[in-house]
């Protein structure tokens, strides 16, 4: 069965004009004026007065976690299916077996949890450790597995940290295959200490995350990440950036010619420190690393520059929701509180009205930071992140004449909070379109579990580009 999508202004990262779209087989087949249906049983979509973007992708989700003694409150099912509703059609979540567990073992138990979800999937795989036999692992995941990007973290020690060391060793790998490492960048044996110091003094509450963990840590992880790969030519992507100090970083990187990508969520653009004096452990909910940072320090504002000049290119969710119970793991020491909120299907609400409604970008520019540019760096374009003929199907018709507002009683993840809470939105998704079949509908969710597909990637840079500079050309 086909789907005619009639007279809504189609919106790419290059593009804006009013066309017909017909789709079926879960690919865009026509675009133009005046299409008509091919089959009786065709659908149609009235879209005049409406936006049709291309499906949303989440260049950064946590789906069914094990993380901090607990697990992440939406498995795929629910989580693919919350994304939906929010226009989300593709998400990019992270396998990442423990310390010393074999690479591809950790990659069949995630697909079997991956499996369930409603919509498209792929996984950036973590590297937590290194051994005699890491590099060639990692060769196996992009050439045999079709995974084309590795995840680092640089804090969580005792857990999932790697050291300097280990990150040498993947930025080098990393470089050989062609493929990008994503980093999480705090410095680590600085949060443990202040944790270790904080908590000593009694200072138990969730008010006292963001002070073990200040800018400045952030600031100088997101350096040593930069040089590290510079060192060997890697591709790095610094996910979830949250202050100055970091844009400052990678600004001075890109202008120096580095190859590399920096990605926020819409929490940092939005949210202030504030949150964490909410009385009865509500703060809690916000805790998520890096902390959600002050309101007059500049970093909002680097943030949202950064986004408007093309220094930061993606904007992710890092979508990793618990409950409240589960956020009480921690009532008295705030560093056993797991780490996470959901966001996944406010996103694009939000940025249509904070982002694009309040001038700060265009709405080309936004499906470029949400869409095209995850897509691109991650090697899912142009079957995602587009809207073209031989595009996958993945589609959002969005009414911008509605308004609401954010909150959990609405939302569709298994969250009991919601960190948007009260956030007034302009515009709403009133159809998802996800391979061709419409998900979501006028407030109704019609998902079907296991309808995703697993995505294999390319590389999007060739090995020969990722060859270190000779010395003498070095960058600073
Ligand atoms: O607090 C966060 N961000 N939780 C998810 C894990 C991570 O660091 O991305
Ligand atoms: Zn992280
Ligand atoms: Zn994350």
Not at 398 to 410: C, H, W
Not at 425 to 448: C, D, M
């Amino acid at each position: 069965m086909g789907l005619l999508i009639r007279s809504g202004e189609i919106v790419t990262a290059a593009d804006r004009y009013i066309a017909d779209l017909y789709v079926d087989e879960g690919k865009v087949l026509a675009i133009g004026a005046n299409l008509e249906k091919r089959g009786a049983k065709d659908e149609v979509i009235e879209a005049s007065g409406k936006f049709v973007f291309p499906g949303l992708v989440d260049p950064h989700v946590h789906m069914a976690l094990g993380f901090m003694g607990t697990v992440s409150a939406d498995d795929f099912e629910a989580g693919t299916a919350s994304g939906v509703s929010g226009g989300t059609t593709t998400i990019v979540d992270f396998c990442i077996p423990p310390r010393g567990t074999p690479l591809l073992n950790g990659l069949e138990e995630w697909k079997a949890r991956a499996k369930r979800s409603v919509a498209d999937y792929t996984c950036h795989m973590a590297i937590t450790g290194w051994n005699d036999h890491t590099a060639e692992e990692m060769r196996r995941v992009v050439e045999d597995h079709g995974i084309t990007s590795f995840k680092v973290f640089m804090a969580y020690k005792g857990a999932i940290m790697v050291d300097d060391g280990e990150l040498y060793q993947v930025m080098k790998q990393a470089a050989k295959l062609g493929a990008v490492v994503t980093v999480h960048a705090e410095n680590g044996d600085a949060i443990a200490l202040l944790q270790q110091e904080l908590i000593a003094k009694g200072d138990t509450g969730p008010e006292y995350h963001p002070v073990s963990r200040p800018s400045s840590v952030e600031g100088e992880a997101t350096n040593r990440a930069l040089m590290m790969a510079r060192l060997h030519g890697a591709t790095a992507y610094i996910v979830h950036m949250t202050c100055r100090e970091a844009v400052e970083a990678l600004e001075r990187a890109k202008l120096s010619g580095q190859h590399c990508y920096g990605e926020t969520c819409p929490q940092y653009l939005l949210l202030d420190d504030s949150v964490f004096a909410k009385p009865d452990f509500e703060g809690a909910a916000y805790v998520m690393s890096p902390p959600i940072r002050p309101a007059h320090q500049g970093h909002h504002d680097a943030l949202w520059r950064g986004l408007a000049s093309g220094m930061l290119d993606s904007i992710g969710t890092d979508h990793c929701p618990f409950t409240i119970e589960q956020k009480r793991m921690g009532k008295d020491d705030f560093t056993k509180i797991p780490n996470g909120a959901a966001g996944i299907e406010d996103r694009l609400q939000l940025l249509y009205t904070y982002g694009v409604c309040e001038g700060r970008f265009d709405l080309q520019r936004m499906i470029a930071l949400a869409s095209t540019n995850p897509a691109r760096i991650f090697g899912l374009y142009p079957r995602k992140g587009t809207i073209a003929i031989g595009s996958d199907a993945d589609l959002v018709v969005y009414d911008p004449a509605v308004s609401g507002a954010r909150s959990a009683k609405t939302h569709h993840s298994k969250s009991d909070r919601n960190i948007f809470e009260g956030f007034k939105v302009r515009g709403a998704p009133t159809h998802v379109v996800v391979n061709g079949r419409v998900q979501y509908a006028n407030g109704a969710l019609k998902v079907e579990r296991g309808a995703g597909r697993f995505l294999t990637r390319a590389v999007t840079r060739a090995r020969s580009e990722a060859t270190p500079r000779p010395a003498g050309a070095a960058l600073p």
